[in-house]
């Protein structure tokens, strides 16, 4: 069973958002595809804007030259590897949480992206990836005369 965490008063807020856990639970989620060879996994955040799509992943513990990102038919991937400070039997660990190896991480994004025009920065151990959007997607307000 999931928990799901409500604000209150604010119920219906987060729906679409459940609608969407509900069926990746159900039918798993064609959209994104995750291969993790040492069970790492970095935590995404996909965020729209009326210009972009932002990207950003929790990198912590590497460095920006251990991480590849393409971007190709309107798929982004983020793909690395997270390696370990020393070898694990030289230690007598009392606790051993940390993972390392291995990522890909891909997400399907609308057609509508400039691939020219994508940037990316690291910092902090946080990538955050910019895909503009071309000008006919970007959001229009158009105004009309109430007579």
Known sequence: MTFIRRLPG???LNFRG???RLFEEIFGNELENTESFGNVKPLVNIEESDNEFVVTAELAGMDKDDV???????TISISGEKK???ELN?????RYERKYGSFCRTFSMPNSIQPDKI???FKNGVL???LP???EAKTKEIKIQVK
């Open 119 to 121: 940037d990316a920065s």
């Open 128 to 130: 955050t990836v910019a």
């Open 133 to 135: 959007k071309a000008e």
């Open 90 to 94: 030289d230690g007598n660990f009392h």
């Open 84 to 86: 370990a400070e020393k």
């Open 68 to 74: 590849k990102i393409s971007f190709q038919d309107g």
């Open 18 to 20: 459940d609608m969407e």
């Open 10 to 12: 604010r119920p219906f």
